[in-house]
């Protein structure tokens, strides 16, 4: 783990009428560190990587990437370093080369036959290119939300609940393609789940969030066992 982290939040806030969904959030990612975020529902964990993609806004504190606060880089640049992959892969009508080929298409790159199958390769869809979105299972629709996240070869990866809406079959097969592919080094990871036996496997470092602030980080096992004691 290097001294300086990839990317850390200060006084991460949203307030949202009277009440405050992220408060007062510090939180650091390290290069090549796979981080979970636990905690019970509506303890905010969604809302914290919303603002971290600036799909949503702070109302107060703010996230630096690369020691740069990232108010100053456009969002259209830091959601593809900082890519996403929600809990229901919303694909865009059509085949799954089209949505591979649409994020690299927005900065002017176009993937070729060979790049959109090295990746489909990448998560376990080979020859899935000219499939129309409409056809997929599950699965093979959150590989293929994965595959167009791999596209904009992002430096970090934000994962929310990315297994929570499959099947125990799927849930297994995506959980172990996020294993290889961050078993790689070439990402760092926030990973929002409610299954504590998944981040356990998954994570090296872990932060317990609870009524929108976070009240405990450290190794996984040692947040594991105090969350399980506090529940």
């Known amino acids: 783990m290097s001294e300086e982290p990839l990317l850390y939040t200060e006084r991460l806030s949203r307030r949202v009428k009277e009440r405050f969904l992220v408060e007062d959030v510090n939180l650091s990612l390290y290069a090549q560190e796979v981080l979970a975020v636990v905690g019970p529902s509506g303890a905010g964990?969604?809302?914290?990587?919303?603002?971290?993609?600036?799909?949503?806004?702070?109302?107060?504190?703010?996230?630096?990437?690369?020691?740069r606060d990232y108010r100053e880089i456009p969002p259209r640049e830091l959601?593809?370093?900082?890519?996403?992959?929600?809990?229901?892969?919303?694909?865009?009508?059509?085949t799954v080369a089209e949505n591979i080929r649409f994020g690299p298409r927005q900065?002017?790159?176009e993937l070729s036959d060979a790049d959109v199958e090295a990746l489909l390769e990448r998560v376990g869809?080979?020859?899935?290119?000219d499939r129309d979105v409409s056809q997929l299972s599950g699965g093979e629709a959150q590989r293929v939300s994965l595959a167009r996240t791999l596209a904009n070869e992002p430096e970090v990866l934000l994962l929310?609940?990315?297994?929570?809406?499959?099947?125990?079959?799927a849930k297994a097969g995506i959980e172990a393609l996020l294993r290889e592919i961050l078993a790689t080094g070439e990402f760092a990871a926030i990973l929002v789940t409610h299954d504590l036996a998944q981040a356990g496997r998954?994570?090296?470092?872990?932060a317990l969030m609870e009524e929108g602030r976070i009240t405990r980080t450290g190794?996984?096992?040692?947040?594991?066992h105090a969350y399980q004691i506090l529940s």
């Open 107 to 109: 900065r002017g790159v």
């Open 79 to 94: 959601r593809r370093r900082v890519g996403m992959v929600m809990q229901f892969p919303y694909l865009f009508p059509g």
């Open 202 to 206: 998954l994570a090296t470092r872990m």
């Open 219 to 224: 190794r996984t096992e040692e947040v594991l």
């Open 45 to 67: 964990k969604s809302s914290l990587l919303r603002l971290i993609n600036r799909l949503d806004e702070p109302t107060h504190g703010t996230v630096y990437f690369h020691g």
């Open 125 to 129: 869809l080979p020859g899935y290119g």
């Open 160 to 169: 929310d609940e990315p297994t929570s809406a499959l099947d125990e079959a």
